[in-house]
Nanobody
């Protein structure tokens, strides 16, 4: 069973930055897609960024493009989401999910949350003054 967990959430003012981590337990992320989702109160789960760990391909949804960056560490044990220029509408619980490497490509990525088999517990991000 793949186990992953998120950390790094918190309260930040508009315009600020946070870095979220998605850490693998007991395995390496060398043949997967890792996708960051978020869920705001009263809304569905939204896929926002992915990385294919086999070759580093990334993709972002328009709402975060240019502000967020997804990356993986050299040990292939953690994926990060650097979030800059945060806005109040970025407030949500952020989750990472892991599944097939083909889920992430340059032009699109799998945003159906039901398609992902492994999830972390989520980390709260609140953007407020």
């Amino acid at each position: 069973q793949v186990q992953i967990g998120e950390s790094g959430g918190g309260l930040v003012q508009p315009g600020g930055s946070l870095r979220l981590s998605c850490t693998a337990s007991g395995f390496t992320l060398d043949y997967y897609t890792i996708t960051w989702f978020r869920q705001a109160p009263g809304k569905g789960r939204e896929g926002i960024a992915c990385i294919r760990t086999t070759n580093g391909i990334t993709h972002y949804t328009d709402s975060v493009k240019g502000r967020f960056a997804i990356s993986i560490n050299n040990a292939l044990t953690a994926v990060y989401l650097q979030m800059n220029s945060l806005k109040p509408e970025d407030t949500a619980v952020y989750y990472c999910a892991v599944d097939h490497p083909q889920y992430c490509s340059v032009n699109e990525f799998q945003t159906d949350s039901d398609a992902y088999g492994s999830w972390g517990q989520g980390t709260q991000v609140t953007v407020s003054s």
